[in-house]
């Protein structure tokens, strides 16, 4: 930690996020716009005048930046037992004395008697723990979709051995086309993936909605707390009035 002299008083600068923890948010924010966008225009295909080959073509562009999506998801999961202290699981989601924590940091948030935090605040903890469901949820669906939609991994193969009529001629099998599809076995595969792509279109918007609640939360904390919560995903680093309530000894 660095302290650092300002005409209001000094601050003390703190080192918080990992390289490998911000990397993560920025690519995951980066796929995530890109799925975002292909995704409506995917959703709204038949109204935008979209082509058979253009859908599929979308569809495959969605599906690569998803596996990046899911990657990035996959490995910062894996990051939670291993970064450091403020990129666990342990200081990322809710715990014991969790609600009690919550209402005090509420209240000081209120009344200007300001609980800072090196990590992550109670309404944070709740925030990205939902956060994490949601993404998560979206890219296990999406992984299904891929291989039911256009039989793409890790799941298109198996996919294709369900709905072929012939299995000896598997490869002929191509998205919207007819060829070798057996069409009760292809009702069959449509029925188990509307499941998914029900949860899939569901989850979407109520994780547009959130996004937009997060992003609000981190500029009204800032603006409340001026502890540079928004670069410190660029730096790593926070600076604060006082000791954060969770800062190491």
Known sequence: MNSIDTSSGSLTE????????????????????????????????????????????????????GYVFCLNLAWRIIWGFIGNKYARWKAILPGKGFFTTLHEYKTGFRTGNIQYYQGHNPAAKLMIMLLFVLLMTQAITGLVLAGTDIYFPPFGQTIKGWVAEDVSKIEVLKPYSKENVNKEKFAEMRAFRKPFIITHVYTFYILLIFIGLHITAIVVTEIRERSSLISAMFTGRKVFPKKPVDAED
């Open 14 to 65: 703190y080192s918080v996020w990992d390289r490998t923890t911000r990397w993560f948010h920025w690519i995951n924010a980066l796929a995530i716009i890109g799925l975002i966008g292909v995704g409506l225009v995917i959703l709204y295909a038949k109204a935008l005048g979209v082509s058979t080959d253009g859908k599929i073509l979308l569809k495959t562009i969605h599906v690569y930046i």
